[in-house]
């Protein structure tokens, strides 16, 4: 059985290195005793920062804040790896209880609820924002997010909707593409 490494080892890593670690950690099982789905879907979220540009405008060169919207297991994970811990030099910062602020001011958005008609009210809100919205399943990207969590063949995996990062003005990087599933809007489902 592949261990995983601990939260407190993922950080030590580089940009690349980060992200390597985390692919390497969807191929685990999920069933397997050294990580649970929340702290999986947390290191995935936290590196997933990693590797997208987000216009001049919208950072402050103080740093990035990161929210999520109904998982406190997935927040509390998060929580523990963000323990401020830098991204790309920037001091990264969660913000709890999401629901009740602005969702224009996150620059990560993880959505948890698995209502269609709230996450689509959630994308309709976040419309031009420079947000990079994460959610669960590839119906996610296909309604207008732009990365979508979903299980396959019990290891984490994720897909992007481009075109969406695009409208967001974020810009991802070719090595966050070529692990990822490419999704287009409307096909396959919907939220």
């Not at 990580?35 to 947390?42: D, M, S």
């Not at 406190?72 to 709890?96: C, F, I, S």
């Not at 269609?116 to 994460?134: H, M, N, Q, S, Y």
């Not at 063949?153 to 003005?169: K, V, Y």
Request: charged share 20%; with cysteine.
């Amino acid at each position: 059985m592949r261990r995983l490494l601990p939260p407190s080892r993922l950080r030590r890593f580089g940009a690349a290195g980060s992200l390597a670690v985390a692919i390497f950690a969807s191929s685990a099982t999920l069933a397997s005793q050294a990580v649970t789905q929340p702290a999986l879907k947390a290191a995935f979220l936290f590196n997933f920062a990693k590797f997208v540009e987000w216009p001049a405008e919208a950072t402050a060169p103080s740093g990035l804040t990161l929210c999520v919207l109904d998982d406190t297991a997935v927040e509390d994970a998060l929580g523990q790896l963000v323990n401020g811990g830098p991204v790309n030099g920037r001091a990264v910062t969660l913000v709890k209880g999401a629901r009740n602020r602005p969702l224009r001011g996150c620059h990560l958005l993880y959505v948890g609820d698995s209502d269609p008609g709230r996450i689509a009210a959630t994308l309709d809100e976040l419309k031009g924002a420079p947000v990079l919205t994460v959610g669960d399943g590839d119906a996610f990207p296909r309604g207008g997010g732009v990365i979508g969590l979903f299980v396959e063949d019990g290891r984490m995996r994720f897909a992007i909707n481009p075109d969406a990062a695009q409208r967001a003005g974020l810009r991802l990087s070719s090595q966050l593409l070529n692990l990822a599933r490419i999704v287009k809007e409307g096909r396959h489902g919907h939220l």
